[in-house]
């Protein structure tokens, strides 16, 4: 049995490995010296262009998106204490998918780059909402959370179909938007979401010890000192900055947010201390890996990222909960 | 709180405790429901007077209103009020067994498997309707035995069966997704529509085959509705009280599957009616455990409600019911919610 610290030095390892893949792999074969090169200087060829302004800015984003997602699906799980919630419960991902729809069908635009702000708004906005209803009265409890994500997501979600059914170019842009994925990222958009995501995934990284003091119930929390509204907005408000910026930059990955942490749990127990560092290195393991296989299973057309994570994932995933005693909330 | 008494059937082998309020509530659903019933007949692109509509409920009217009301708008009426029962019912039974305000049908990854086989009909081999409303039924099917046959390992456990539903709908989605973005756009615009659930040009046989299902499976779930209680306080309490806690879970849980599956077949896999109605049941009665008469009562009220709002607000021309179904139902749960935490209870 390997220690807990061991596995995540292999976490680690691996991660960079697809990381590396990522760089290395693509549509258009590039050698492996030539790539190397490439990261330490340009030559100016093709080649060394493509690696530089595409597949590393990819996987920058990739590696990023992914950790946000693991942590945000962590914090969510342990805020709510319920093993259904992912990262998009709190209105994150419908109030993005709103936005983004309106965004095409009234205003016109087209791109990825052009969402980014709109996706992230709307998410907010919806966040904002959701805890407010949950709050209303007194604090936010798990299933208060729920229930009010639930209550504000279908009103967003059947929203964002209308548009959709009115409007047969929102339908055809958006039907491409909802799957995520890496495809055409570029600088440009990594360099809008990245401060809200490293910050984001630092909030959450300190927040492990006071949701273990948490966990052990409100009253237990409560007399060891831990300021429950608090620990809860906080965790809130990473979750919104993490899920939010990711989905504004790749589109909604619920299933990564979802299942990486169950993974994480059934490695190492229930101890946030390690399940929000080992859900932030597998989870972009599972995507930069699900968007290299994408990018090489259908030349000359790519698989979005979104479909191949669950694709690979899933299966995994049920193998893993049959096969363990897996840690429950 | 007060309780009515008890009513007790067939020398007492069945027995319901009635709760004041719910019967006020149950009460008020069915003349909500009544009413929208008698709106759906009279109200279209063409009226009918009040008397004529009634008449041809009965028979004897004029050709027009024979044609709109008896053989289009009563049976789609009926269609949108039985539906809506089997799913909140449905509902119900996931919420009280899963014990998680989240629980549906869904989460043994009915209503992906559902939408798979309909999509896999309609964009690979262009069927039409009943085809289409076939593959749904097979697809929901085919997909919640697979969840509860991956999950069973020395009993389905609840947590397990939740964990592996997520992971193969997850899969259902993707599989969905992939088929949708590759369609022309009219065949993904359809898929769409079917996905959201829509009531379009329901008839008579979606009508009747929807009340035998609830014919033959309500009353299955309604005799273990006390089991169901039973199993709220845990697997081992529920024993040591005498419930055989694995064969009264599997009964529960293929009979509400099979409701959501003769539903998911007639209309789609309406968006959150099995999510929202048990919810909203619960406030309005206050009263615990599952509420599965109450549940259902709305789903119906909520379901025809809103096909009615869908088929009005765009005319000509009409907005799919699940679009609807969401909207009202999360402002209202929404509504609901807000109200009974401002006032500090719950």
Redesign the interface.
């Known amino acids: 049995m390997l220690s807990r610290s061991t596995g995540l030095v292999l976490c680690l390892a691996a991660l960079v490995g697809c990381a590396l893949l990522s760089v290395a792999v693509g549509a258009r074969s590039v050698p492996l010296s030539t790539v190397l090169e490439a990261l330490w200087s340009s030559d100016g060829s093709y080649d060394a262009l493509v690696v530089a302004q595409q597949r590393v800015p990819r996987t920058v984003l990739g590696v990023l998106v992914g950790a946000a997602l693991g942590l945000a699906g962590a914090l969510m799980q342990s805020l709510t204490r ?4 992912d990262p998009g419960l709190l209105g994150v991902n419908s109030g993005a998918a709103a936005a983004v729809v309106s965004a095409i069908a009234f205003l016109g635009l087209t791109g990825p780059l052009e969402y980014v702000w709109f996706a992230f708004g709307g998410a907010a906005v919806a966040a904002l909402v959701v805890y407010g ?2 709050s ?3 604090a936010a409890g798990p ?2 959370l ?3 994500g ?10 964002t ?2 548009v ?3 409007d ?1 170019k929102a ?2 842009q958006f ?2 938007w ?2 995520g994925g890496l495809a055409g990222r570029d600088m440009d958009v990594l360099v809008r979401v990245a401060p809200f995501l490293v910050v984001g995934i630092l909030v959450a990284l300190f927040l492990a010890r006071p949701l273990n003091v948490i966990a052990l119930g409100d009253e237990t929390g409560r007399a060891l000192g831990a300021n429950l509204g608090r620990v809860r907005l906080t965790a809130a408000a990473a979750i919104t900055l993490l899920c939010g910026a990711a989905t504004a930059a790749a589109g909604p990955f ?2 990564i947010g ?2 990486v942490p ?1 993974i994480a749990r059934s490695l190492v127990g229930a101890d946030q201390r390690w399940v929000l560092p080992y859900s932030a290195l597998l989870a972009p393991c599972l995507l930069l890996g699900a968007d290299v296989v994408g990018r090489v299973v259908l030349p000359p057309s790519e ?2 990222a ?2 191949v ?3 690979l ?3 995994v ?2 193998a893993l ?2 096969g363990r005693k ?1 840690a ?1 909330l | 709180m007060t309780a009515l008494g008890s009513v007790r059937l067939l020398d007492g082998r069945v027995s319901f405790r009635l709760h004041a309020r719910s019967v006020w509530v149950c009460g008020a659903i069915l003349v909500v429901t009544l009413g929208a019933l008698v709106t759906a007949l009279v109200v279209g692109d063409y009226h009918v007077p009040l008397g004529d509509a009634v008449r041809a409920v009965f028979g004897e009217s004029t050709r027009m209103a024979e044609l709109f009301v008896a053989r289009r708008r009563l049976p789609r009426a009926l269609t949108a009020v039985l539906v809506g029962i089997a799913l909140g019912v449905a509902g119900a039974v996931f919420q009280s067994l899963t014990r998680n305000p989240l629980g549906s049908p869904d989460i043994v990854g009915f209503g992906q498997g559902a939408s798979t086989g309909a999509v896999v009909v309609l964009l690979l081999f262009g069927g039409g309707a009943t085809q289409t409303a076939l593959g749904a039924f097979a697809g929901g099917l085919v997909s919640a035995a697979a969840v509860y046959l991956l999950a069973l390992k020395g009993g389905a456990h609840g947590y397990r069966l939740v964990l592996v539903g997520i992971g193969v709908s997850a899969m259902l989605i993707a599989f969905n997704n992939y088929l949708v973005t590759r369609a022309e756009l009219t065949d993904a615009r359809a898929a769409t529509v079917w996905i959201v659930g829509s009531l379009y040009e329901r008839r008579w046989p979606e009508a009747v085959l929807m009340a035998v299902a609830l014919l033959v499976l309500v009353p299955v779930v309604l005799a273990l509705s006390r089991a169901l209680s039973v199993l709220d306080i845990g697997d081992e309490g529920a024993t040591a009280l005498g419930v055989r806690v694995e064969p009264t879970r599997l009964v529960l849980i293929v009979a509400a599957v099979g409701l959501t599956a003769v539903a998911t077949a007639c209309a789609g896999p309406v968006a959150f009616v099995a999510l929202v109605a048990p919810q909203v049941a619960r406030r309005l009665t206050g009263s615990p455990g599952p509420g599965l008469v109450p549940a259902g009562l709305l789903g119906g009220a909520l379901l025809l409600i809103s096909d009615l709002v869908a088929q009005r607000l765009t005319s000509p021309g009409e907005l799919p019911v699940g679009v609807v179904t969401g909207a009202v139902g999360g402002v209202y749960l929404a509504w609901l919610l807000y109200r009974e935490w401002r006032s500090g209870r719950g």
């Open positions: 319920n093993p259904l919630a209803l949950g209303s009265g007194r299933v208060r729920a229930l009010a639930t209550a504000i997501s279908a009103v967003l979600v059947a929203y179909y209308a959709q059914l009115a047969d339908l055809d039907r491409f909802i799957v619920s299933f979802l299942t169950h698989l979005e979104g479909l994570t669950a694709f994932g899933a299966p995933f049920i909960v049959r897996v429950q």
